[in-house]
């Protein structure tokens, strides 16, 4: 035990905790001696540890009786917050709690797990089918130039063979035009009620679930890189990155870090998105932005439960478009 202003280091070696002493300044009554660190409960919601302070006298009745014993973090749930900003989080591998706390933690590392499992798996089976169009496409192109390497070469005087190969050429050259044109059309088409469709995708997250979702990649950045991730106070979607927030990494240089939750059915007016780490709240968004994104992409699943947890008010619907940096890109408020 522990009563210095400081944490110790050894406060999460062994079984042990710090206390405060009472505050004896005059007109102060009452007060007792209360331990602040050591002693926690599992957040079963947030999916994480929390500190849990209170009387000393208590937790040495607890200890004694049994109620609370020492319980070791699970490796994905050492980082705990401490204060109320985003970026004040502390290691805690080892804590005083009840057997109920450790079920909660248990049971939400094996639910974490599987909803992993299943998202690596759709990125697989996502993958593979790619693969088999593309080898579809390469033994049909080859197809191809073996049939065309099998044909006799016209004879070059034959004017009426020179004359079908060029309207067929002018054919072919016209409908690669007309290809080119109706996808362009679709892409503007799409362009012009992308604020309407991202309002849709953002719409299904509410204002808890966006508070989260930031928290949780804030503490994926850090245990997983050891990075510190920038969560703005108002985070803004990007229209150049499909609608989706960039996060930056803290420091001078401000590094881009990642994309939260890009627009699936935005993608195809982001090509640059095939660059970038792409974050999402579950397996479903890992499995529509799979679909429509390179091989390549670097896809995130945060695993956080899709639950709503209340009717929607008169929020945004979406984090507010952000302004252009004069890079091509958005700038966070």
């Known amino acids: 035990m522990s009563p210095g202003p400081q944490a110790p280091p050894w406060i999460d070696v062994v079984p042990a905790v710090q206390v405060s002493a009472p505050d004896n300044a005059p007109g102060q009554h009452g007060q007792c001696w209360r331990v602040v660190d050591g002693l926690g409960g599992f957040d079963a919601a947030a999916g ?88 579809q496409d390469f033994e049909r192109r080859q197809q191809l130039q073996r049939r065309r390497k099998s044909q006799p070469v016209p004879d070059p005087e034959d004017e009426e063979t020179r004359r079908a190969l060029a309207q067929e050429r ?3 050259e016209q409908a690669w035009r007309r290809q080119r044109e109706l996808e362009a059309a679709k892409r503007q088409e799409l362009a012009g009620r992308a604020v309407e469709v991202a309002r849709a995708w953002w719409q299904d997250v509410q204002p808890r679930q966006r508070a989260e979702l930031f928290t949780a990649v804030a503490e994926r950045a850090w245990h997983d890189e050891e990075v510190r991730v920038e969560i703005p106070e108002r985070p803004q979607v990007s229209e150049s990155f499909a609608y989706g927030v960039p996060l930056f990494r803290t420091g001078r240089l401000r590094a881009l870090y990642g994309i939260v939750r890009p627009c699936p059915e ?36 945060l695993c956080l439960s899709s639950d709503a947890t209340g009717r929607p008010g008169r929020q945004p619907a979406m984090p507010a478009p952000a302004q252009p940096d004069g890079r091509g890109g958005a700038r966070p408020s």
Not at 51 to 70: I, N
Not at 96 to 114: G, I, L, P, V, Y
Not at 287 to 293: C, I, N
């Open 48 to 135: 994480m540890w929390a500190f849990k302070p209170q009387e000393l006298g208590r937790f040495v009745r607890w200890v004694l009786s049994g109620s609370v014993t020492p319980v070791a973090s699970l490796p994905h749930y050492t980082s705990v917050q401490r204060g109320s900003g985003l970026g004040h989080y502390v290691q805690r591998r080892l804590w005083w709690t009840s057997a109920q706390s450790e079920r909660a933690q248990n049971e939400h590392d094996r639910r974490r797990q599987e909803q992993a499992e299943r998202a690596d798996r759709a990125r697989r089976e996502a993958a593979d089918r790619r693969a088999a169009r593309w080898q």
């Open 170 to 172: 002018r054919r072919l």
């Open 266 to 301: 935005l993608v195809c007016l982001s090509p640059q998105l095939e660059f970038q780490h792409i974050v999402v709240r579950d397996e479903q968004e890992a499995r529509q932005l799979a679909g429509v994104t390179s091989p390549r992409a670097r896809i995130t699943n």
